[in-house]
C-alpha cells in the first residue's frame, strides 16, 4: 500500500474511533487492532488480514449508519482486490 492509501486509510480510522469508539465495541476494536497491525506489512498473509479486517470494519460501520466510513473502508477492500491500481480511496 503506497503512503497516500495509508495515510487515508489512517484517517479513516482516527473518523471511526471518533464516531465508532473502539472502547465500546469489542468488535471495532478488533478490526482497528487487525487493520494497525497489517497496515505496513508486505506479507500476503498479513496482507489478506488487513483486506478482512476493513470489511468487517465496514460492515460494523454500515450497522452503525457510519455510510462514509463505510463506503471509504469497502474503496479500499476493492482497491486491495485489484491490485492497488486505482486511487479511489480518498
Not at 468488535?27 to 506489512?41: F, P
Request: charged letters at 30%; proline letters at 3%.
Amino acid at each position: 500500500m503506497d503512503i497516500f492509501a495509508l495515510a487515508v486509510l489512517e484517517r479513516t480510522l482516527e473518523l471511526v474511533s471518533d464516531t465508532m469508539p473502539p472502547e465500546q465495541d469489542p468488535a471495532v476494536a478488533g478490526a482497528v487492532n487487525v487493520i494497525r497491525r497489517s497496515m505496513e506489512s508486505s506479507d500476503t498473509q498479513d496482507r489478506a488480514e488487513l483486506h478482512r479486517g476493513i470489511l468487517q470494519l465496514a460492515r460494523l460501520a454500515n450497522k452503525s449508519r457510519q455510510f462514509l466510513i463505510a463506503a471509504r473502508l469497502e474503496a479500499f477492500a476493492k482497491e486491495m482486490n485489484e491490485g492497488g491500481r486505482g486511487h479511489d480511496v480518498a
